[in-house]
């Protein structure tokens, strides 16, 4: 057996043995999800297990250097995990803009010290972090932000509002982007900071969506004390980080678009709920709109791993990342219309016994910010327009 | 598998955009068009391609192939669609050669296929009946007299039926419309008696047939397989076929999006370049989305045919489904932000609607394909 026949073979015994049941299927809603950090109540036992087992591997973090706790994984091996674990059907144990964002912008840009101090309370699920970027008059125009840190030796004092903080009521520490130098150009003079959100003066307060639920905050700073060992990368130089986490931001929104490994895909729903005859959906023009998304959905999960491959092997164009986010989440956007399409009356049941919690009308309306979150579809379309094909 | 080419495939993708560049550019199709050619190709450039080895590309080495795989040759004809070039080899290098290496008997390979890869044999595929693609649809009789058939009936859309060597020829020898046992394949000169070609000029310039069999004759020995047992090779070659058709509307996409990003660039109206406008900036970065999600589909089949991958069949319906819906966009787009002079027979970006038409409904289009891919999907 080669090292990655014996890794398969051992991870997957492993998975067996440490893998609770009640986590092997899907997430069912966001409240179902393990997202940690120093406030987080599990749900289950089993979820704590699950999450305490895959950290003491640092299989919440599988490709991550072993030094600040991860797997330590090579990228084949990453592979061969994701793919024992989609064969129990296992559920991630940590969702943690932790491990998607800034781990990633750390281990790439930020000081040994920042690595030590913040990477292992990542893996282990025990810091959660939240995203402080847009402010009411930066959204789709970033680079304009407003928030301001001042400069007092060694620390700033940072003050203004950021908006569209993901669970900033619930997070532990902020990534967040400052204007440290006022006289500068626009995309100079941003740092990328990071602090404790119990730190006084910072107030996030949730904000309701029309899916009824509050995953985003409004955050004040108010005379915010930020230590500069805190700043990321070099102080004034961190729209460059900026736009690396987006791009980071920007795939992680787009994969919305995939269909998780062991769901039933739209099709199947679709035809389990209003049946088949003769080896057709009874309803042929909803099969006309289902089949049609089937095909762009197989064709996006195909080109999201083409474009991995190409990197891979140094073939790729790059800047990709724009298009993935733009297709991706307007393919999201048509299958939670064809899910109300589907279920007919009871996708507008908003709150009742056998609804989920009202999980298809919420998710419906969830997924229309899909389109605006990490830059608009037309942001997006700007961003290929001007980058990709050089039309200026 | 990694969804990415190789270093030979690439070679080949690069080496072909060259030949095709220089000798079969869109002016050539032009020119066949206007002097009213009688082939519809240029026999010269047939035979260049056949010597560069791209008949052989798809026949097993023991019949004198390359035996190079689809996602190889599938670099070739994507290069086709960029020069919309008109030749034999999707009829007899893809499809005859596909045909006769699943259904046929060692004989036969041996004699056709070494055949068609020395560029010896041009063949054509019969097989619509009606206006729509419907391979199981097959009315044409073949009944069984002594040592041979009496063929009876009409095809349409015969690709090079005008000009082929050969016909293969979809038969009922049994069961009723519809049903697919009792589909039977045969093998004949294109001149054998009671054989009425009528050649059907098309909007591409091409040429395909309407081909009409009167108590024509047939040996048994030239049955491809077992009688009434065609449908599978039949069915696996339409796969292959609508694998190629697919690559070949990438390539038609991707020039044409090519040409009008240019144009984009080039022209000005109210004092600017026209591709300042927002309006047409958006526009042009979904089409690029799109053509990307194309290529994705189009190496998928490719490589599942070449692995045999059961998937195949629904691969190759959502690779053509995919393109059909993207071509026409692309073309359509093209036209309209060219503007009026993407309207003239002068400007060479209309022969890549004309060409992307008859390729999509060639072996199924969007709606066939989109039906064909749920039912394979279980609904």
Known sequence: ?392 | MAMVINEEQQMLKESAQGFLAEFAPVSELRKLRDEGSATGYNADLWRQMVDMGWAAILVPEAYGGLDFGHVGMGQIIEQTGRTLTASPLFSTAIIGASLINLAASDAQKSELLTAIAGGELTTALAVDETIHHAPTQISMTAVKQGDSYRLNGEKRFVIDGHSADKLIVAVRTSGNLGDTTGISLLILDRNSAGVEVERTEMVDSRNAAIVRFSDVSVSADNLLGEEGQGFSALSATLDIGNAYLAAEMLGIAQESFDRTLQYLKERKQFGVLIGSFQALQHRAAHWWSEVELCKSVVLKVLQSLDQGDPRSPAMASIAKAKLCEVVELATNEAIQMHGGIGMTDEYEIGFFIKRARPAASLYGDYNYHGDRFALLSGY
């Open chain 1, 1 to 392: 057996m080669s090292d990655l026949q014996v890794f398969r073979q051992e991870t997957r015994d492993w998975l067996e043995t440490n893998c609770p049941q009640s986590m092997r299927s899907p997430v069912r809603n966001a409240d179902d999800a393990c997202w940690g950090g120093r406030n987080w109540t599990f749900k289950s036992e089993e979820q704590k297990q699950w999450l305490e087992r895959m950290a003491a591997r640092g299989w919440t973090a599988p490709s991550w250097p072993a030094e600040y706790g991860g797997g330590g994984l090579k990228k084949a091996e990453a592979k061969i995990l994701k793919e024992e674990m989609a064969r129990i059907n296992a559920r991630s144990p940590l969702d943690s803009f932790g491990i998607w964002m800034i781990g990633p912008a750390l281990l790439q840009f930020g000081s040994e010290e920042l690595k030590q101090q913040h990477l292992p309370p990542i893996v282990r699920g025990e810091i959660r972090w939240c995203q402080g970027y847009s402010e009411p008059g930066a959204g789709s125009d970033l680079a304009g932000l407003q928030c301001k840190g001042e400069d007092r030796g060694d620390h700033f004092i940072a003050n203004g509002q950021k908006v569209w903080t993901s669970y900033g009521d619930k997070a532990d520490w902020m990534f967040c982007l400052l204007r440290t130098d006022p006289d500068a150009k626009k995309q100079m003079g941003i740092s990328l900071v990071l602090f404790d959100m119990t730190t006084p003066g910072v107030t996030p307060k949730p904000i309701k969506l029309i899916s009824g639920s509050s995953p985003f905050c409004e955050t004040f700073l108010d005379n915010v004390r930020v230590e500069k060992n805190q700043v990321v990368g070099e102080v004034n130089q961190g729209w460059t980080i900026a736009k690396y986490l987006l791009t980071h931001e920007r795939e992680m929104i787009g994969s919305f678009g995939l269909t998780d490994a062991g769901s039933d895909t739209l099709g199947q729903i679709a035809a389990k709920t209003v049946g088949v005859e003769q080896g057709r959906m009874n309803n042929p023009l909803l099969r006309a709109d289902v089949l049609k998304w089937e095909i762009d959905a197989a064709a996006f999960a195909l080109t999201a791993e083409r474009v991995t491959d190409e990197v891979k092997s140094g073939q790729g164009v790059g800047a990709t990342s724009a298009m993935l986010k733009y297709y991706g989440t307007e393919l999201n956007k048509r299958r939670f219309e064809l899910m109300l399409k589907i279920h007919g009356s009871d996708a507008m049941i908003w709150d009742g016994a056998d609804s989920n919690g009202g999980w298809v009308p919420r998710s419906w309306l969830r997924t229309k910010g899909n389109s605006i979150e990490g830059g608009t579809s037309e942001v997006q379309l700007n961003i290929i327009a001007k980058n990709i094909l050089g039309l200026g």
